[in-house]
């Protein structure tokens, strides 16, 4: 503390606070309302950071990306993923057809799931996915069982499982 003719000036110097005039023991109406209006600025912003770490936090912790298949044309796509997991499955196919020696007329093939398809069209070798007169199960992968009759005269029956693979085509002979 220094005295210079009555008057004393306190130095705050721990948080950086100006020197406060005091004449004659009496702190100043002007500087008691700077300090009330620092007082109020600081709290303000207190207020404002409080407010900005909240929001912040509550904003960006635990905001992990949830993980999936991000492609809707497989068979397990996931709408709310926002990254990949590089586990996306695709539907495949079995081509069931005939030998073009087989003489047969139509086969009509029943999948396990009641899905069924008519061969048309018998070929001399083995026909690409998808091709005309052969019937063409779509399915997700996995094993599925099917069975197969003519339908004139009727006398060739088949059954048996195929196995689809993703984004995979397996042909069946029946005959």
């Known amino acids: 503390m220094y005295s210079y003719k009555n008057t004393f000036v306190y130095l705050h110097i721990q948080k950086f606070r100006p020197a406060k005039t005091i004449k004659n023991g009496a702190i100043s109406k002007s500087h008691k309302s700077r300090e009330i209006k620092k007082q109020n600025k600081m709290e303000k912003v207190k207020m404002l950071l409080c407010g900005l770490v909240l929001f912040s936090t509550t904003t960006f912790v635990g905001c992990k990306k949830e993980t999936g298949c991000t492609d809707s044309s497989a068979t397990n796509f996931k709408s709310s993923a926002e990254k990949d997991d590089g586990n996306c499955t695709y ?85």
Do not use: Q
């Not at 069931?96 to 999948?111: A, K, Y």
């Not at 799931?113 to 048309?120: E, K």
């Not at 070929?123 to 004139?152: L, W």
């Open 91 to 175: 539907k495949g196919s079995a081509t069931f057809w005939n030998l073009t020696s087989s003489s047969l007329e139509t086969v009509v093939v029943l999948m396990a799931d009641n899905t069924s398809g008519n061969i048309t069209v018998d070929y001399a070798s083995n026909p690409d996915c998808g091709d005309a007169g052969c019937f063409t199960y779509t399915a997700a992968p996995g094993t599925y069982s099917y069975s197969a009759a003519e339908v004139s005269p009727g006398t060739s029956t088949w059954s048996g499982s195929v196995t689809i693979t993703s984004k995979g085509c397996t042909t069946v002979k029946l005959y």
